[in-house]
């Protein structure tokens, strides 16, 4: 059977003159690799050819009956097709405004959990390893499983999960609303470095500078400018409790399958007040998916509900009668719908004049948040996005990450790299 992505086969079984009788072929090459995975005789299957593989193969117990008629004239009995929620729009649009660059986009429609578009880069081309000379896929499999740049990781969702940055403050600014001690205009210490306990360096915020007058700032303001001291200061007030929990509820250290597991975010335990201080600002060992990164963003775009991510629409039969959909379901309630709300107006003010402002669409408020994440000493950040559009009736939220400043390098920021690639992608789902 068919994997298609809005009617168009993007992976498809032809006719082969040889002993194995059928070819599978992958018709754009490595621009769906990300979700369709691979379809090996050597090296057997991974994404949706490996979660739907009885489906397709046409060997699950829910077709026996379907093929009777074949299996009863002898005719060979056919698989099932699999369509996906990714939207080609959507998808293309993630892959150009990505390039070259190492990282992943991930979207997906907050109100239901379909996942519209996955890019992880660098990718690779399925065919290589559907081919059926079996020596050349020995080769292909041994140059892609051992590139220095994991072309066969899908970063959306597995592989060496990212520190976060600064688009955790979105986690930490759900604690503080939700524990009820905080609004959007409470004010917070935010010099321009904060003193630690335990520690000789204090954390400073990148501009050097203090967050507001008299180091003073609101929870609003500290969002729009992504004040690390602030945040820092607040995580500790609040207690690793609370926003440990916090995070549990957006997903973190969730079992996921969408049908590929999801490699589950983590917030690390037992924290040092200057750890969690670090971590409250999605640094020291908080680590993510930039799909547990997008559900944070959809849950606030959602009333606070999270919904379950997906990638599979419905699978159908021969004659296109639909055997299985998947039907939207919530997760978690992350935050209330008040909070929820209050969070979207401080995102909102992060691309309208923060740190955001690259993420702009014309005649249309985006809510989001910027990140920039350091990995290592001598190494260039991360740099992440992560927002949903339009922000009063959201269609689609986002998050990206570029590994190592992508072109940009030490230049790099979340606001300068990643926003605008997460604007390219939500305007191709806004403007459809």
């Not at 991930?106 to 660098?122: E, N, Q």
């Not at 600064?166 to 010099?191: H, R």
């Not at 699978?315 to 909070?339: C, G, H, M």
Request: with cysteine; aromatic share 6%; glycine share 10%.
């Amino acid at each position: 059977g068919s994997i298609l992505v809005d009617g168009t086969a993007v992976a498809v079984s032809k006719p082969a003159d040889d002993d194995l009788k059928w070819l599978r072929t992958y018709p754009q090459g490595p621009e769906y690799a990300a979700v369709t995975g691979y379809f090996s005789f050597t090296y057997g299957t991974s994404g949706v050819e490996r979660g739907y593989n009885d489906l397709l193969s046409g060997s699950s117990d829910k077709l026996f009956y379907r093929q009777l008629p074949d299996i009863l004239t002898g005719k060979e009995p056919q698989g099932a097709s699999v369509d996906l929620t990714i939207k080609a729009k959507v998808q293309a649009a993630a892959r150009k405004a990505l390039g070259n660059q190492r990282g992943a986009v991930v979207a997906m429609d907050p109100k239901t959990g379909a996942i519209l578009a996955m890019v992880t880069s660098p990718t690779y081309d399925p065919n290589l390893l559907s081919s059926h000379d079996l020596n050349a896929v020995q080769t292909n499999w041994k140059n892609l499983t051992t590139a220095n740049s994991q072309p066969m990781v899908n970063r959306a969702i597995s592989g060496n999960l990212y520190p976060p940055g600064s688009t955790f403050k979105l986690v930490t600014a759900a604690a503080a609303l939700q524990s009820g001690d905080y609004n959007p205009d409470s004010e917070l210490d935010g010099p321009a470095a904060l003193k630690l306990p335990g520690v000789t360096k204090p954390l400073p915020n990148v501009t050097g500078q203090a967050c507001g007058p008299n180091d003073k700032t609101t929870l609003t303001h500290a969002l729009e400018i992504s004040c690390n001291t602030a945040f820092a200061d607040l995580g500790m007030k609040l207690g690793q409790d609370a926003v440990r929990q916090q995070a549990s509820k957006f997903g973190f250290g969730q079992q996921l399958t969408v049908p590929m597991s999801v490699t589950p975010s983590t917030f690390p335990a037992n924290l040092q007040q200057a750890q969690l201080a670090q971590s409250s600002i999605g640094q020291f060992d908080v680590r993510v998916t930039p799909l547990q990164v997008a559900m944070i963003s959809s849950a606030i775009a959602n009333d606070g509900k999270v919904m379950r991510p997906y990638l599979v629409q419905t699978v159908r039969d021969k004659n296109l009668d639909v055997i299985q959909s998947t039907d939207p379901s919530v997760l978690s309630e992350a935050v209330s719908s008040q909070t929820a709300g209050k969070l979207r107006d401080m995102m909102v003010k992060v691309v309208s004049n923060g740190t955001g402002v690259r993420a702009q669409i014309p005649g249309m408020d985006v809510a989001g948040k910027t990140g920039t994440a350091e990995t290592a000493p001598g190494v260039n950040a991360d740099v992440w996005f992560t927002g949903f559009a339009p922000a009063n009736n959201p269609k689609v939220a986002v998050a990206v990450v570029v590994e190592d400043g992508g072109t940009a390098g030490q230049e790099a920021s979340g606001g300068s790299v990643a926003a605008p690639i997460a604007r390219a992608v939500m305007e191709a789902v806004v403007n459809q």
